[in-house]
């Protein structure tokens, strides 16, 4: 039985029925990890074997009555596996978000998302790879390594959860873990033919999150079928205490209401997203063709225009390293994370402000302090380019005379794209339009040219910057072979509409899952 061509939902009900056990369910994909990996790069770490394979041994006994309590609840994913992005702590296990900085750490605690997930019975097989602290569009900026696109090897599978992303479309992992700051679920999800969700900000706890921009970091599932997305975020979402920005509200049953019928079901379609120049014209005939499938659903479109739109990336692209620019300051090497060996470079480093001025803590000295000397060396050692070049754009933006002009601005800009948001959905019940300008783009394209890879971000970051849910659904395939992907967008809260908007169109055949043909 080719257990990765089941979705997770299926494969926990014959995990429940006892047809196969959850050791042997977790042996079959940690085997086909092992074998396929080393072609994609989609894993960091790959948990320790005997660990794993007797997690799935507890799961086994609860099951069949021999442990009791092992379990805090039972879900219809109970005994499935699932990968992790590497951004998310678990404890006593590798957590290095793609990073020199962190690549020895290993955290005394584990991210509630995850707690939850092992609560319910979920077996975790590995941490997949990210770019660096979650930066980066392509799963190039890891400084553990690249991650290839299991559909052309050649190609980005998109990031930052881009190892996750590969490790479903590879049949690595039933079911994967990531996060969302900008699109960091849903575009690595549409270049590798799988759904992403990024939840309403709030809705899944960020406790263990390691932070890279706090008011627009998300964690999301993601998975093959909308019903497994809709399975996961069930056992993720709700509130804890431990995170002051997690929403306590009441929860629906998401799996319960995929089947809602879309009659009379207002979608919205976003002119300038849907007429932007740099959109593929085979995601404008995507898009086009889930209009038809709506319409046919009973769904009614409408024209919507978001005036602001065109900022949104501008805005972004200040706030997110400004949030980064705080968040990353704590890795000073003093107190954790990477330390560079003494006699090591940036020994004669003058330290200057944004204006250029030499810093006042050199007290008149043009020479950095010995702990100067070693955060610098430490912190240039330990972070990529692009982190650094973030950091630098952050500081810069809130640096005194620069913060009104730049940070001040966009959160301006971020109120002025929520208004859009509010208008639009007076109007309309979801939002459906592309995930990314093109599929995926080849390894290396775009790594000399940040602004370009920034770019692609354009029809992603205001579900962040509004804290709206938003999912890729594939959409079929290009004609080079490669998954193409549709987004949908809806209020705050309403993932059940989202959900099932997508599962009708799943039914209705806007995609078939698959596995990417590796050998």
Not at 300 to 328: D, F, G, K, Q, T
Request: with cysteine; hydrophobic share 40%; net charge negative.
């Amino acid at each position: 039985m080719k257990l990765e061509n089941l979705s997770a939902v299926a494969l926990g009900k014959k995990i429940a029925a006892r047809e196969i056990s959850c050791r042997e369910a977790t042996a079959y994909f940690l085997q086909r990890s092992q074998e396929l990996d080393p072609q994609v790069g989609a894993y960091i770490s790959l948990l320790d074997e005997s660990a794993v394979l007797a997690e799935a041994q507890r799961v086994d006994q609860h099951l069949s009555g021999k442990v009791h309590n092992f379990l805090a609840k039972q879900s219809p994913l109970t005994g499935v596996p699932v990968a992790i992005k590497d951004v998310l702590c678990l404890e006593g296990w590798p957590t290095t978000c793609g990073s020199r900085m962190l690549k020895e750490y290993r955290p005394p605690y584990t991210a509630t998302a995850v707690d939850r997930l092992q609560q319910a019975g979920l077996v975790v097989l590995g941490k997949t790879n990210m770019d660096e602290f979650a930066m980066g569009s392509s799963t190039e900026n890891s400084a553990l390594g690249v991650t290839r696109n299991p559909w052309a090897l050649d190609r980005t599978p998109g990031g930052s959860s881009g190892g996750s992303a590969a490790v479903l479309a590879a049949g690595m992992s039933p079911l994967a873990i990531g996060s969302d700051t900008g699109g960091s679920v849903r575009q690595p999800a549409a270049f590798c033919g799988v759904c992403g969700l990024k939840p309403t900000y709030g809705l899944i706890s960020r406790w263990g999150l390691v932070a890279y921009a706090s008011s627009l970091d998300q964690v999301g599932p993601m998975a093959h079928h909308v019903e497994d997305v809709a399975a996961l975020l069930q056992i993720m979402a709700g509130h804890d205490p431990r995170d002051s920005t997690s929403l306590n509200v009441a929860l629906p049953d998401y799996v319960q209401q995929l089947d809602q019928p879309l009659d009379g079901l207002r979608v919205g379609i976003v002119s300038e997203h849907l007429h932007h120049g740099s959109l593929d014209s085979q995601i404008v005939s995507a898009v086009q063709q889930a209009c038809r499938l709506l319409q046919e659903l009973g769904a009614r479109l409408v024209e919507i225009h978001l005036p602001h739109s065109a900022h949104s990336v501008a805005a972004y692209y200040v706030i997110a390293p400004c949030e980064a620019s705080s968040n990353l300051a704590r890795y000073e090497a003093a107190h954790y994370g990477f330390r560079a060996p003494k006699n090591s470079d940036h020994q004669s480093v003058t330290i200057r402000d944004a204006a250029g001025r030499q810093s006042a803590s050199n007290l008149g000295s043009n020479e950095p302090s010995p702990l100067e000397r070693m955060m610098i060396a430490s912190r240039s050692q330990g972070l990529g380019d692009e982190v650094k070049r973030r950091i630098l754009l952050g500081t810069f933006a809130l640096s005194a005379g620069y913060a009104d002009a730049y940070y001040k601005q966009a959160l301006r800009v971020r109120r002025l794209i929520a208004q859009d948001y509010q208008s639009a959905f007076q109007q309309v019940d979801v939002l459906l339009g592309p995930v990314a300008p093109s599929p995926a783009y080849v390894l290396g394209e775009k790594v000399d040219d940040p602004v370009q890879m920034y770019l692609g971000d354009l029809f992603t970051v205001e579900a962040n910057l509004v804290g709206l849910p938003a999912l890729s659904l594939p959409a079929g395939m290009s004609n080079s072979g490669l998954p193409l992907a549709i987004q949908l967008q809806a209020p705050q809260l309403q993932e059940s509409r989202l959900l099932a908007t997508a599962h009708q169109l799943q039914r209705a055949g806007l995609f078939e899952p698959q596995i990417a043909p590796l050998g």
